[in-house]
């Protein structure tokens, strides 16, 4: 537990689907952050946004709210043509930033801002490659760090999603969905992609007309290795995002309706948690979550006095079949009106 | 996303493992809430923990803390015999109270709880049952409020710790740990528990001399329903908390290093995620606090703007190997220092 | 292997679904044995079931069958109230037996058949307690025997049915559907049963008019274990038999859908096969019986020569393209008439 | 049930590792075959593999085996290289043949057995393509014909091995190991393979030096579909063979130490049995060939009168504790010596 700043003011650039649940993530999930302004081309849409959160204000112009004095950070969540633009911005009053994947649309526009940033001379950008978040994704990420897989050799990856939107092109299964591989595959092994396959299967009866989908593409990287990815972004069923990493000395596997899965000496599985704290620490967080919540409702909503009452009447008449051998019936007064 | 008042202040009662570890959670993890107060009668521990949480006071008294003015609502994590003194001075604050199981150690106290609250007339206390709002456990009961399953008819628990504690005691495996499937009980099935029997297999060897363990435990309920709850607190392998709803058309299980799976018209099996923020959920909510915390220290750790320079050059050629239908190599500058 | 006698002569007494499918099972499956006699009260049944067999006699009296120079050995497989007299005759005939279960209908017949056998001095009969044979079971026995979870503390057992037939009665729950568990408990565990308790929850909606079922048993034994058995014979969703074993230091569970589990020293899982030979006996089992059936009817079904020429030229194409590193496509001549 | 025509006599050709144990299957677990001659270039070890089977005749010369009267049809199990010569020989004789994998060790020579199969005007050729014959293969090939989860578009296969045999080279990963893959491509799709293309990650440093493993092949079908092969025989950690095809509107896999398991309609899972005879189909075969084996031993190995007899009290004691609610303790009469 360490010291902390006061709470962080956030900028959030574009109020569409992602950018809208990033604001109630600020708000409601997020500790030690909050929404103080809003931008957005629309202006009604970035009133209605602000006029949901204490104390925000809302913009149309993203440097006057880098500008304000309750700004300490900005959320890029606009589409990827304007990254761009605002990240330079942002870099101008030396602002933090987290930015949507992708950086930008194209590699040229990418090397600029890398070169901006340079100039700067320190790093202000965080990129939006949220996987590298994901529980299991960062299980597996620990695991091979541990060295007892050996090197990693291969990865197969499956990123299929039920359908695509409308407006989804053959291009964009690269760029909008095997863009999250190429980050994994560059995070969890510590290698630069070095070369680019791509397979292309008859396409699915269910994609739209004039789609490729699903394509294979296989990844080559600096230290020999391999990566491929099924992309298939109308398979029916789900979204379901898989990835094996294959070692010298055994495999690991995650998203499988499972935890983190091995292969190794012998033996599949997974481990078991050693203590409650790990098992429940989201059943805490939580808990303790819904109950400040509720409170500044004015509510009260969880397990009430009436459930403690019975649980300690249930484990008195325990404690007598336990030493007695046999069956107690349990005692309860009348339940309250309070509590029915 | 509804308007949220200001910030909540807690008193936390207790500073021992749980109340440190609350008062942890309250300053880094929950959204909305910030600790004003611990109490403890170890002043200096109190001192201790207060110094690490910005505007936090110590006492040693707990109606103290209660009359403080930044004090809006009280977690109590004191042990189980002072709970219900605390419980009472919260009552006369008439102030909103999260209380760690037990409510009390025995009915007779518990009932003196009840009748107090009953008596200022409306609900303050939320008892720390925080398998209510573990994931897997609220899968199980929002399954079973879908009625697909049918009627529950049995539920079976099995309930493993690697170790028990030195202090522990026979009677405690039932009001310490069998407590939790008493509640999981009565809160899957919406029944009050009418009997209790417990069943004494032989020791294992690995348990301390004297303690009964494991022991079966069977619940009968008001609705008919039977609950066996395996309790082995020295079973050396891990930390296990698993339960499985018997119904009349199906049965569904958790805590199986699995998500939720049922068996159920022919099928075994679980469901899978239809959309990436369902899947993706927890990584978004963590990268965003990782990156609120990683600003207010004033550090930048996520991916980097070269990141998402190589994912967009990897996606170029991608885009050009999917045209082109052949291997294409991924050209990058080199990497400036600020990156390495 | 070791040197075999020569074919062991059966004859089958009972030619109901049982004995029908072990005629079945000894003509079509079992090396090294026929059927040679089958006996049943109805004449017609038994004409017709003989005359699907070369060589097989037809008889109403199991005596007449037991006489039959060319009858080596017994198969009862006739309604549980006619095995007594079935086995004496065995007995005087000093004829090996394998009886399918229940040896007899109650403990006082059962008695009877044990003190003849005793009086004959030497053990005739093997009881048709199938699990024994069933590959997971046998895995859990050997695990067990290990003794590297250490010693059996509890079973939980599941035996599930998706419906009961019509004649079935409460009472048959324990002596038809639960006296599997009875004897895999005593199998398994190698300890005598030596006490039953019988739970009674509420009978499901889906089981026939006073049906009490499901019901919950529990078995204690003389090494001190417990054993539990949930018997539902109207699950609705299909046949179910699951048993896990809590041992001092780990758990096996089997019935899930999958090999044999383990819990055990922090991870969940099963074994790696370590040979083609384990992972593919099977395969091989039925690979070599399909030709041979095949093969007697005068057929060829398998895999053929072209299949064999295909693969051939498709691992020709893959070494030029292992050496080459490149695409090479594959060259197969026209498929002649024969293999279409 | 069919009508079955006498023993079927079969000649082994090779009594290497692959010989000697169809040698053994063929004596001890295929109903209605023997083995009545057997072929070596090692006359001794044709004479000691002869001897262990009653009636059977070693020979050195494949011909001479194959003009003996009670021959009537062959197992070739001898090197590839001399597949083509014995194959040659079974079609003068025109005898049914199963030929182990390959066929022949080039394309060349398959083509010259084809032709000749094909002027032989019938075939008479089963290749030993076990995979067909493994259940979960076999039950995937039923679940793609019932059409439900559409048109194949993508296989991804798994081929690992723990250790390569010494005189393995990075040529025998495809000739060797990948080949059945080739054959489960063709027959799982219905197509041929029309193009191969060979990936190759850095080699394992648990690879012997020079041996390139692992490889990624992917093949390309006249169909369209994509099927990728990861083979790895130096993985460490255990035999695995696994394949997931990818359909139209879901996917199933197998090789996964479950049964097979399907994504489909937004679930995961697999099915359940329906019945005991599919779930407990294998113990009954296990039971009856175990129980003939030991009966033609002159042994009785199984459950006994007294299993018989305890199952018999305990179900009694049971029947008394579901009549009567509560625990009912079982008597046994002493266990005679015979059953000690």
Redesign the interface.
């Known amino acids: 537990?360490?010291?902390?700043?006061?709470t962080?003011g956030?900028a959030v650039i574009g109020t569409g689907r992602m950018g809208a649940?990033?604001?109630?993530?600020?708000?409601?999930?997020?500790?030690?952050?909050r929404v103080t302004a809003v931008v957005d081309v629309d202006a009604e849409r970035a009133k209605a946004v602000a006029a949901?959160v204490?104390g925000c204000t809302a913009y149309t112009d993203p440097a006057a709210a880098m500008a304000a004095a309750d700004v300490?950070?900005v959320?890029i969540a606009s589409p990827g043509p304007a990254h761009e633009a605002t990240l330079l911005a942002a870099f101008e009053h030396d602002l933090?930033v987290?930015?949507e994947?992708?950086?930008?649309?194209?590699?040229a526009?990418?090397?600029r801002?890398?070169e901006a940033?340079?100039r700067l001379?320190?790093?202000?950008?965080?990129?939006?490659?949220?996987?590298?978040?994901?529980?299991e994704?960062a299980k597996l990420k620990a695991l091979l760090a541990t060295g007892q897989l050996?090197?990693p050799?291969?990865v197969?990856n499956r990123h299929r999603?039920?359908a695509s939107p409308p407006f989804f092109t053959?291009?964009m299964?690269?760029?909008d969905s095997?863009?999250h591989e190429?980050?994994a595959t560059?995070?969890l092994l510590g290698h630069?992609?070095?070369?680019?396959?791509?397979?292309?299967?008859?396409s699915?009866?269910?994609a739209p007309d004039g789609l490729?989908d699903?394509?294979?593409?296989?990844?080559?990287t600096d230290?020999?290795?391999?990566s491929?990815v099924?992309i298939?972004v109308n398979?029916?069923?789900?979204?379901?995002?898989q990835a094996e990493v294959?070692c010298?000395?055994?495999?690991a596997r995650i998203g499988d309706?499972?935890?983190l899965?091995t292969?190794?000496?012998?033996?599949?599985?997974?481990?078991?948690?050693?203590?409650?704290?790990?098992?429940?620490e989201?059943?805490?967080?939580?808990?303790?979550?819904?109950?400040?919540?509720?409170?500044?409702?004015g509510e009260?909503?969880?397990?009430?006095?009436?459930?403690?009452?019975?649980?300690?009447?249930?484990?008195?008449?325990?404690?007598r079949?336990?030493e007695d051998?046999?069956?107690?019936?349990?005692e309860?007064?009348e339940r309250?009106e309070?509590?029915v």
Not at 21 to 33: F, I, Q
Not at 235 to 241: A, E, L, P, S, T
Not at 248 to 251: I, K, L, N, V
């Open positions: 537990m360490t010291e902390r700043a006061t962080l956030v649940d990033h604001v109630r993530r600020l708000h409601e999930v997020t500790s030690g952050a949901r204490d300490d950070a959320l933090p987290l930015c994947k992708p950086l930008t649309p194209d590699a526009s990418a090397l801002v890398l940033e340079t001379g320190h790093r202000r950008v965080q990129v939006g490659f949220m996987r590298r978040y994901d529980p994704y050996g090197r050799l291969m197969h999603n039920a053959s291009t299964l690269i760029t095997v863009a190429a980050d560059r995070w630069e992609i070095t070369a680019v396959t791509v397979l292309r299967p008859t699915s009866d269910n490729r699903p394509q294979f593409v296989v990844f080559e230290g020999g290795a391999l491929d099924e298939f398979c029916g069923f789900g979204y379901q995002v294959v010298e000395r055994g495999t309706g499972h935890a899965v292969n190794m000496a012998g033996r599949w599985g997974g481990t078991i948690a050693q203590d409650f704290t790990e098992r429940f989201t059943a805490y967080d939580h808990e303790i979550q819904a109950w400040a919540d509720a409170t500044r409702r009260v909503t969880g397990p009430s006095v009436w459930d403690g009452y019975a649980a300690a009447a249930v484990c008195e008449a325990g404690v079949a336990l051998g046999g069956r107690v019936e349990v309860l007064v309250p309070l509590y």
